[in-house]
């Protein structure tokens, strides 16, 4: 009889209060079905021309430990000072929308924030419609509802 595996429930933050939201509306989740938590932030260094000033905003040690460092603060800040349960959290270097497609593909849930029920953004139009896995988009409204409001939408399955 083969194992079967548990599912994976994969979540893109940026620190956004959308972000926020959608990492809590995860973590609940992936307790209610007993699933692994991965929690991903996207760090894409700043492009400037050849001939541009590097930008002032720029910290010695680069920005990658700083989205590491935000990362830690946005996970204590929304999930606790506790660790979590089968939850992992990464900061991946690349281009979010491409690198959160690739990612869905080894995920059972793809789950987003977004900043308003009415728009979504580039990354998530393109995790919508390129994702290997559903996708569900939580906006911060939906959290502070007493019966939640979530704003969800699923999006099959694609193949490329």
């Not at 308003?116 to 290997?132: E, N």
């Amino acid at each position: 009889m083969k194992a079967r595996k548990r599912p994976t429930i994969l979540v893109g933050v940026s620190g956004s209060p959308a972000s926020a939201a959608a990492l809590r509306w995860a973590d609940v989740e992936a307790q209610r079905r007993h699933s692994r938590l991965r929690i991903v932030l996207i760090w894409h260094p700043e492009q400037h021309a050849f001939y541009a000033r590097p930008s002032t905003r720029n910290e010695p040690d680069g920005g990658h430990e700083q989205a590491e460092r935000n990362l830690a603060a946005m996970l204590r800040a929304v999930l606790g000072p506790g660790p979590q349960s089968d939850a992992t959290a990464e900061v991946v270097e690349g281009l979010p929308e491409r690198e959160l497609v690739a990612a869905s593909a080894a995920a059972d849930l793809l789950v987003l924030g977004s900043g308003t029920g009415s728009s979504i953004g580039p990354v998530v139009r393109t995790c919508l419609t390129h994702a290997h896995c559903p996708v569900v988009v939580v906006t911060p409204e939906s959290q502070g509802a007493s019966q939640p409001r979530r704003q969800a939408v699923a999006a099959a399955a694609t193949t490329s």
